[in-house]
């Protein structure tokens, strides 16, 4: 669930936060479904084995669960940033001054669920940051351009004159 102007660290404003959706992972509900009808008809049928279906299915469940939390998305006052949700360390930043770009991808099913992958271009060449998984990508786009606008416009007013 995303979290809204919380403080995390004392000098560092946390403006927007997230992980990746559940709908991220639809696929591997599907297969989970799959797995637990299979398991429940060769139950009802007196067939063998069923019993590894169903540990089959909680293992898919449970590795949408692992892979939900492993990226964690963190928008600040100053920079966006992508943690390992488990040990927080950054696996990727750039700071908003040098944000060139943000685009959204959305396939079919992501727009029936809502969530979206937002690509964030720095003006480095060949520097991006993706957040797959984004509920309501259009807002978070919205906000990160906007942070981006404000610190590139504070970043040119700061400079002296005739440079």
Same mark, same amino acid.
């Given at each position: #669930?995303?979290? %809204? ?43 063998? /084995?069923?019993? #590894? ?12 669960a692992v892979l939900r939390h492993w990226g964690h998305y963190e928008l600040t006052r100053d920079r966006i940033m992508v943690r390992n949700g488990y040990t927080r360390r950054? %696996? ?11 685009? %959204?991808?959305? /396939? ?5 669920? /809502? ?12 520097? #991006? %940051?993706?957040?797959? /998984? ?7 786009? *919205? ?19 005739? *440079?």
């Open positions: #669930m995303a979290l %809204i102007m919380e403080e995390r660290e004392p000098d560092r404003l946390v403006v927007w936060e997230a992980f990746p959706s559940w709908a991220q992972f639809a696929w591997l509900y599907l297969m989970s479904a799959l797995s637990a009808l299979r398991a429940a008809l060769f139950h009802r049928f007196g067939v063998d /084995g069923w019993e #590894m279906w169903v540990i089959g299915a909680v293992i898919l469940i449970a590795c949408a950054v %696996i990727q930043s750039i700071l908003l001054r040098d944000v060139r770009e943000v685009t %959204i991808r959305q /396939g079919f099913v992501a727009q029936f669920f /809502g969530i979206g992958r937002l690509i964030i271009h720095s003006r480095t060449p060949d520097r #991006m %940051i993706s957040l797959r /998984g984004v509920c309501d990508p259009e807002e978070v786009k *919205t906000r990160i351009e906007a942070l981006a606008w404000k610190h590139q416009r504070t970043t040119v007013n700061s400079q002296p004159a005739g *440079t």
